[in-house]
């Protein structure tokens, strides 16, 4: 009965670098999203994906930004040439698909990945 | 598009009732979900509200106005615990967009 879980938890990088953020959502889901957390903000969607296709990308905040999701299921969020702004936590959530009489289903979200760029 | 206004910070005394409001703006309506967040913590599902009315779920209760895009989010008998901050989402098939979330505090 394991939740949506995400590696690392913690992720301390130097600017420049790329990072790859790992997402496993619950077996099963077909719905995937990215958001990204500041501290003491609000969050912020980056990216959702519909089994592996992303038919919605307008939250990645620059072309450094890419995801990608295999086998509808494990999905990477990678951050190339970091940027002390990218400094966050970064959560995935996953929901199941819709079934009869209910449109939509909630969001369970992740631990989160706490990016430091240094 | 989606505008969600949300009161930034609330401070309610412990064992009393607090009200978070939600008001939004969408371009199709698919009703409102309510998260919780601790701070440190991811978020947590607390209700979806898809018809009019009051839904009540133990010490929380969520209400919501269609019409009006208008929602609430009810605590009751506040806890120590329920200082955290309360997240509204009008659901959508795509871009999910949060509020910034209400940051309560419940003081002894």
């Known amino acids: 009965g394991a939740g949506v879980s995400q590696s690392p938890s913690n992720k301390v990088t130097e600017k420049g670098k790329d990072v790859e953020l790992r997402c496993d959502p619950i077996?099963?889901?077909?719905?995937l999203y990215w958001y990204r957390q500041r501290l003491g903000q609000g969050l912020e969607f980056l990216i959702y994906?519909?089994?592996?296709?992303?038919?919605?990308k307008s939250g990645l905040p620059s072309d450094r930004f890419s995801a990608e999701r295999t086998g509808e299921s494990v999905s990477t969020l990678t951050i190339q040439r970091t940027q002390q702004e990218d400094s966050a936590v970064y959560l995935c959530?996953?929901?199941?698909?819709?079934?009869?009489?209910?449109?939509?289903?909630?969001?369970?979200f992740g631990p989160g990945t706490r990016l430091t760029v240094l | 598009g989606q505008n969600i206004d949300q009161p930034t910070e609330m401070t309610a005394t412990e064992g009393a009732i607090v009200q978070i409001n939600c008001t939004y703006q969408?371009?199709?309506?698919?009703?409102l979900f309510w998260y919780q967040q601790h701070a440190g913590e991811a978020p947590t599902f607390l209700s979806y509200?898809?018809?009019?009315g009051l839904e009540e779920k133990g010490r929380f209760s969520s209400f919501l106005s269609r019409s009006k895009g208008y929602s609430y989010l009810l605590l009751k008998e506040l806890q120590m615990k329920d200082s955290a901050s309360y997240l509204c989402?009008?659901?959508?098939?795509?871009?999910?967009?949060f509020g910034d979330g209400t940051t309560l505090t419940v003081k002894p």
């Open positions: 959530a996953s929901t199941r698909a819709p079934t009869a009489g209910t449109s939509y289903n909630e969001q369970f």
């Open positions: 077996s099963g889901h077909t719905a």
């Open positions: 994906f519909q089994g592996n296709s992303a038919p919605d």
């Open positions: 969408t371009s199709g309506f698919n009703g």
């Open positions: 509200n898809v018809l009019d």
């Open positions: 989402a009008p659901p959508n098939a795509g871009k999910s967009t």
